[in-house]
């Protein structure tokens, strides 16, 4: 099970004060889709370049031009980037057949699916990596829970990855689902110790 830290709504200095911080801890690297929008790629090329060894996930929340956004984000070095899994499936597709032949990967955001018969046509259309996510706007009124578990329930060959306001009070109910990739956010972010925050849900992770 790994730890992925999420990088949103930070300044440029300061995504890259936190990963020095918590880089003993965490397995992933996420560039918010927000500090892209700032920052533009750029960010993804010089903090693959400050950390090679890490895997480094590009939240471009792809909807339409899959080929193409796929292309910026992992030429910039991204090791991973995301398409929404309301996108069209042709472009879903688009950006799987890319990064297939990067020989990397696409994570699909499953914000806003509460379907199963949708996430069965993802898998269908080569998805192996699902994240199941709780927006910040929606968690103003819930959090993840298990009927979206049930949506990736007994699914082979497929990875999980679960977002949505995960701290160190609510990590121990997702960690009953045994999802591959925790993403945690704020509670890592923003806490008074980093470094501390990183290494306690990492311990709790493992």
């Not at 956004?69 to 995301?82: F, H, Q, Y």
């Not at 497929?158 to 045994?178: K, M, W």
Request: with cysteine; charged share 30%.
């Amino acid at each position: 099970m790994n730890l992925q830290v999420a990088l949103d709504r930070l300044p440029w200095d300061e995504c890259f004060a936190v990963i020095e911080s918590v880089k003993d801890s965490v397995d992933y690297i996420e560039i918010g889709t927000g500090v892209i929008k700032e920052f533009g790629v750029k960010i993804i090329k010089e903090m693959k370049q400050a950390y090679p060894e890490k895997t480094l996930v590009a939240d471009m929340k792809i909807c339409d031009a899959g080929k193409h956004e796929t292309a910026l984000a992992l030429d910039a070095g991204a090791d991973i980037t995301t398409v929404m899994g309301f996108a069209p499936l042709q472009t879903i597709k688009d950006c799987i057949e890319v990064a297939n032949q990067a020989d990397k990967q696409i994570m699909v955001d499953l914000l806003g699916i509460r379907n199963r018969e949708k996430v069965e046509e993802l898998i269908e259309s080569g998805a192996d990596l699902l994240s199941l996510h709780i927006g910040k706007d929606e968690q103003k009124s819930g959090g993840l829970d298990g009927e979206h578990f049930r949506l990736v329930e007994g699914l082979s060959d497929v990875q999980t990855a679960v977002a949505g306001g995960i701290n160190q009070d609510s990590l121990p109910a997702f960690l009953e689902y045994r999802p591959d990739v925790i993403i945690v956010g704020s509670a890592i972010t923003k806490a008074e110790n980093r470094q501390e925050a990183a290494k306690t849900i990492k311990g709790m992770i493992k």
